[in-house]
């Protein structure tokens, strides 16, 4: 079971996203962030929960179903998880 699954999947993932961005719109202190944000969040939370399926572990289920395993798959899979790493915002 991945991550992904233990948490309840799709719906538990797009409910976060909306969640993160309902909360991005009405907290003060998340104000600076919401600004450098378009006026409308519905990309933004389209992109997260994307990001988000992909890194909690539906890739790597994926991946493993249909490569098998070996130090090339294992080297291809870790370059991978360095792009999620590499992509992920930071301030």
């Given amino acids: 079971m ?11 993932v797009r409910k976060l996203c909306a969640r993160f961005y309902g ?24 992109k997260l929960f994307e990001y988000l399926t992909g890194w909690l572990g539906c890739f790597h289920q994926a991946w493993a179903e249909l490569v098998p395993p070996s130090p090339l798959a294992g080297d291809i899979l870790a370059r991978i998880d360095e792009l999620g790493r590499h992509m992920a915002n930071r301030e």
């Avoid at 991945?2 to 538990?12: K, Q, R, V």
């Fill in 23 to 46: 909360l991005m719109d009405t907290l003060p202190e998340a104000a600076a962030c919401r600004a450098v944000h378009p006026p409308s969040l519905v990309r933004a939370e389209q």
């Fill in 2 to 12: 991945t991550p992904y699954d233990a948490f309840g999947g799709d719906d538990f």
